[in-house]
């Protein structure tokens, strides 16, 4: 089998979780990546968690498949630098690099910054961790009891979102060179990657100025101690009645304080308290297994030990693969995605420091230089349709439309996007301030922020007219998406093996939130489910207590960035060798590399990490505090001894920065309540923004936990033209949220606003499928394309 990215030469330079992610993205998939280092090895080989060995898990999972280039900073070592990179087809490099020069270098390659907030704007200097992009997200508002502290989510996960976005920014540039013979600048910044994977209050704000409280917020998910582990699930409306027959508990299910969805969640609290009381001695498999024989979404929450002792769905799917090291074999994670014609091949473990001098492969040809127009997205041109609902699938082709594509949403009257909140208990938060209107399936926030620049086609495939039609369309289509449960496209009548009979070069990919195969490749999930199996939830919560999620839905905009990269993927593939295929992104899968380094420890010392609040073992203190106001919060990570001095200073309590207790960070984290209460003193009396930035000033990270409403006010998304004014026909004016890939010479950009329930039917029937007007009017009679819900 050939390597989608044969030919690739590419050259690391970035010194960062979020650059060295991209760079082992592209070394999984075929290209050569090359990381230099200075003499003895960059700062990542010791980056926590290590080893008893001494050897780092971060650089494990970050560089396995790499080989390393040893250069000094020398006029010599400079000039070799140069040299390579005059060979590279992609330079990534952190912020500090000398673009100019490598610009200068190597005018055909992609060279791609990644940065904390990037290199200009109002928050260039400031200081990153990964509770400081949670906290400026809105993740962290999001996330915790509404009476307490708000929690961040453990890992680095928004720099290892980075990592992803910056794959999908370098190979949509060298998507576009493929096309046009050109080079271009790529950025991406970690702070706006977080933005982008946080759930749309900001958008929602737009719409209505509103901000749900903390303590408010309700979401049907409950967790369940079982004897051997907890099992959580998520409560669609219409299945309460069978999850209630299948726990046991039918006798339950007429109680008016449950039976109806608004009065059930008023009473979540207590439903929860039944069920729990009911499974409380029972087998935590068992339970999942009733709940899934309901079609109810659950799931076990892993601890990291466990996703390879105890879940058996990963051992069936040959998950865990093994490399060899210069301290013995190691286990490393299987890849994000599988790709059926040019699947994941990884060449050997982290490289010995210095173990390459240089390029050795072949380099892919690059056509003589023809620039498009200005403005041309790296996709024009290309069409996808997407079957797709919800967050996930929609996103994946909201990237592709972005950047350029011709995406068409199809769904129908009769099983339209769950985003558009048809049937479901109604929250005036989600749509615009003027209300619901006639059509509110055409006015919700959160399908609206998904779904710009697509058109929709609303269609009954289950008649055969409308298959037929909708098989006139797939033959002259490039890409397919579909994010339901496995096998469901087959069913439809899509599934890869037709579609490339109508047209051999297709690329379908397909999001089964646990693949396409395994024991529980037929499960449905949701955002915290996943994140659950993933063994992300049992790393949060406060101390002593269950698991808990990062926000409604936190996983499923990391398995949309992971699809956008695998079809990017494909289509380089396709690029060079005029060979479509098929492609699985199993959204679990994927998302434990965002904590991989801690799945890699865990499984080595057989230790799991416990729910410690927002405390961790790097840096003391490092919590969020409160501030003024009603609910407000700031986030503060003393990362550094010089950090801790400055930070005292901030707060007037020179005495703790002269307590020689408190002078390491052993010895503050002995004392984090203590220093705790001595920062919140000071805390409570400070605006959280001002306070924010004065001790970013100091060097200190930290960061106001934003809201919906502060995430519109930010001057940093504003500064990164994250905002776009667009027209849409049922609203009127909105404002469209971006995302956090920059292209210089081919960007991204939203055109139009996201489509009313079958606005295009009728056009891309007649000029795609090819219908006659009495053929398009049959299907209307048939109620084919209506475009009300049933």
């Not at 050897?55 to 140069?82: C, E, I, M, Q, Y």
């Not at 799917?317 to 090291?325: F, L």
């Amino acid at each position: 089998m050939a390597d989608a990215l044969a030919g690739l030469r590419v050259l690391d330079l970035s010194d960062s979780i979020a650059g060295q992610f991209c760079t082992r993205m592209l070394a999984d998939y075929g290209a050569e990546v090359l990381l230099v280092e200075p003499p003895g090895g960059g700062p990542m080989r010791g980056a926590a968690p290590m080893g008893a060995d001494g050897a780092s898990f971060t650089f494990l999972h970050l560089n396995t498949g790499k080989g390393s280039v040893v250069l000094d900073a020398s006029p010599t070592g400079r000039a070799r630098l140069l040299a390579l990179a005059a060979e590279a087809d992609a330079i990534i490099v952190g912020p500090q690099a000398d673009r100019m020069a490598l610009a200068a270098a190597a005018p055909d390659a992609v060279l791609a910054t990644v940065s904390p907030f990037g290199t200009d704007g109002p928050w260039r200097d400031w200081t990153g961790c990964e509770m400081v992009y949670q906290a400026v997200a809105g993740l962290m508002h999001a996330s915790g009891d509404g009476t307490r502290e708000p929690l961040y989510g453990r890992g680095e996960r928004a720099s290892h979102g980075g990592g992803v976005a910056a794959f999908i920014a370098v190979l949509a540039g060298l998507f576009a060179r493929g096309r046009w013979g050109i080079g271009q600048a790529a950025a991406v910044d970690v702070a706006a990657v977080a933005a982008c994977i946080a759930n749309p209050f900001v958008t929602q704000f737009l719409y209505n100025g509103l901000v749900e409280p903390r303590a408010a917020r309700r979401m049907p998910l409950g967790l369940l101690r079982c004897r051997d582990g907890w099992v959580g699930f998520w409560l669609h409306v219409h299945l309460f009645a069978p999850m209630m027959a299948a726990i046991g508990l039918s006798a339950h299910a007429e109680d008016p304080r449950f039976k109806a969805p608004k009065a059930r969640l008023e009473n979540w609290a207590a439903l929860v308290a039944l069920l729990q009381q009911h499974v409380a001695a029972d087998d935590a498999d068992g339970v999942l297994a009733r709940l899934q024989s309901a079609r109810v979404v659950a799931a076990r929450c892993y601890g990291l030990t466990q996703l390879r002792e105890v879940c058996g769905h990963l051992a069936a799917r040959g998950y865990w693969e093994s490399v060899a090291t210069a301290d013995g074999a190691h286990t490393i994670l299987g890849p994000q995605f599988r790709m059926a014609t040019t699947p994941r091949v990884v060449r050997g473990g982290p490289p010995v420091v210095g173990n390459a001098v240089g390029f050795a492969g072949p380099r892919r040809a690059v056509p003589p230089a023809d620039p498009p127009p200005p403005g041309t997205g790296p996709l024009s041109g290309l069409r996808v349709v997407e079957f797709t609902t919800a967050w996930a699938g929609p996103m994946a082709g909201r990237v592709l439309a972005w950047l350029g594509a011709e995406v068409i949403h199809v769904e129908s009257a009769s099983r339209t996007d769950s985003w558009r909140m048809v049937g479901q208990v109604f929250n005036p938060g989600r749509f615009p301030a003027d209300g619901a209107g006639a059509k509110p399936w055409d006015r919700c926030a959160l399908f609206n922020s998904q779904n710009a620049n697509k058109t929709s086609l609303a269609l009954e495939i289950k008649q055969p007219a409308a298959k037929a039609a909708m098989l006139a369309i797939l033959a002259k289509t490039d890409v397919v998406l579909c994010n339901f449960t496995a096998g469901t496209l087959a069913r439809m009548g899509f599934g890869h093996e037709r579609l490339k009979a109508l047209k051999p070069d297709i690329i379908v990919a397909e999001m089964p939130a646990f693949g396409s195969s395994g024991p529980l490749s037929h499960a449905t999930a949701i955002g915290p489910s996943m994140e659950m199996a993933a063994g992300m939830a049992g790393m949060i919560g406060y101390p002593g207590g269950p698991p808990t999620v990062t926000g409604p839905t936190y996983p499923d905009p990391i398995g949309a960035l992971h699809c956008a990269g695998a079809v990017l993927t494909a289509l380089l593939h396709r690029q060079a060798t005029g060979e479509g295929q098929h492609v699985e992104v199993p959204q679990v899968e994927g998302l434990m590399h965002l904590i991989g380094a801690e799945i890699l420890a865990a499984q080595v010392s057989g230790v799991d990490p416990q729910p410690r609040g927002n405390r961790v073992d790097w840096a003391a203190p490092h919590d969020a505090f409160p501030a003024a106001g009603e609910d407000q919060w700031i986030a503060i990570a003393a990362t550094s001894d010089a950090a801790w001095r400055a930070l005292c200073g901030a707060i007037g309590r020179a005495d703790l920065a002269e307590d020689a207790r408190l002078a390491t960070l052993a010895g503050r984290r002995a004392h984090e309540d203590t220093i705790g209460a001595a920062v919140a003193a000071w805390t409570r009396g400070q605006d959280k923004h001002a306070a924010a930035a004065l001790l970013q000033s100091l060097g200190v990270a930290a960061a106001a936990v934003h809201d919906g409403g502060d995430g519109a006010r930010s001057p940093y998304l504003a500064a990164r033209g994250w905002f776009t004014d667009l027209m849409h026909d049922d609203i009127g004016p909105v404002v469209q949220e971006g995302l956090p890939m920059a292209l210089s010479r081919t960007p991204g950009s939203d055109r139009f606003a996201a489509p009313c329930l079958g606005q295009h039917s009728h056009a891309i029937l007649r000029d795609l499928a090819g219908l006659s007007a009495d053929e398009i009017a049959a299907l209307d009679a048939a109620g084919a394309i209506a475009a009300v819900p049933i």
